[in-house]
C-alpha cells in the first residue's frame, strides 16, 4: 500500500493563527480526502482533496476555514485558519485508488490551538 | 443519515483469548464495510476491507463478517495477543459515488493482558 506522510506530526497554536498541513504520498493516487478527530471522538471527513480543482467540502466545513489544495496525484495541504480551540483535534489526510479498494491513512497531525 | 455503533466501547482480556468485536449501522444500503487499528498517538492501519457482496473477509487471525440485512459486522481475532491491544475502528462506505467518505463507529478500545 501507499507510504502516506504528514508533517508536522504535531504543533502547537495560538487562537488567531493559520497551520497549513502536508500530506505526501509515494504514489500516485486516484482520492486524496482529510478527516477529523476531535479529543474523544470518531473520525469526520471535512473534504475531499480533488486535482486540479477545488475541493468538495462535507456538511459543516468550509472552505475559508479549511482552505485544501492538490497541485497534483501525490501531494496535497490543508490549511487550518483563524484557529480557536475547538479547532484542537488530530487531523488525517487518507488515500485511495477508487471503487474495490481500501482507505490508508497517514500518522496524523496533532494540533492543540491554545 | 447512517449510524454506526460500536459495542463495547472498551473491551480487556487475557492473552490467548479470542477477541469479538461488534459494529451495527443503520442504513443497510452500504458499498462496503472497513476495519481500522489505531494505535496511540498514531494513524489508522487498514485490517479488513468488505465489499457490500461479500459474507466475509480473513487475514492470518483476523476474520470480519457482514450482514447487510441486520445491519452488523463482527470482527474476530483468533488467539489475542499484547501487540493487538489497540482501538478498532469500522466505517461504513456509503454509495459508489461517494467512495472514500467513510462513516465511522466510536471505536472499541481493547486491552490484552500478558
Known amino acids: 500500500s501507499a507510504v502516506i506522510s504528514q508533517k508536522p506530526s504535531r504543533d502547537i497554536c495560538q487562537r488567531g493563527t493559520s497551520l497549513t498541513i502536508q500530506c505526501q504520498v509515494d504514489s500516485q493516487v486516484t482520492m486524496m480526502f482529510w478527516y477529523r478527530q476531535q479529543p474523544g471522538q470518531s473520525l469526520t471527513l471535512i473534504a475531499t482533496?480533488?486535482?486540479?480543482?477545488?475541493?468538495?467540502?462535507e456538511s459543516g466545513f468550509v472552505i475559508d476555514k479549511f482552505p485544501i489544495s492538490r497541485p497534483n496525484l501525490t501531494f496535497s495541504t490543508l490549511t487550518v485558519s483563524n484557529m480557536s480551540p475547538e479547532d484542537s483535534s488530530i487531523y488525517l489526510c487518507s488515500v485511495g485508488d477508487g471503487e474495490g479498494s481500501p482507505l490508508h491513512f497517514g500518522n496524523g497531525t496533532r494540533l492543540t490551538v491554545t | 443519515k447512517q449510524e454506526v455503533t460500536q459495542i463495547p466501547a472498551a473491551l480487556s482480556v487475557p492473552e490467548g483469548e479470542n477477541l469479538v468485536l461488534n459494529c451495527s449501522f443503520t442504513d443497510s444500503a452500504i458499498y462496503n464495510l472497513q476495519w481500522f487499528r489505531q494505535d496511540p498517538g498514531k494513524g489508522l492501519t487498514s485490517l479488513l476491507l468488505i465489499q457490500s457482496s461479500q459474507r466475509e473477509q480473513t487475514s492470518g487471525r483476523l476474520n470480519a463478517s457482514l450482514d447487510k440485512s441486520s445491519g452488523r459486522s463482527t470482527l474476530y481475532i483468533a488467539a489475542s495477543q499484547p501487540g493487538d491491544s489497540a482501538t478498532y475502528l469500522c466505517?461504513?462506505?456509503?454509495?459508489?459515488?461517494?467512495?472514500?467518505?467513510?462513516?465511522f463507529g466510536a471505536g472499541t478500545q481493547v486491552v490484552v493482558t500478558p
Open positions: 466505517a461504513v462506505g456509503r454509495t459508489t459515488d461517494s467512495w472514500g467518505k467513510l462513516q
Open positions: 482533496a480533488n486535482q486540479g480543482s477545488e475541493a468538495t467540502y
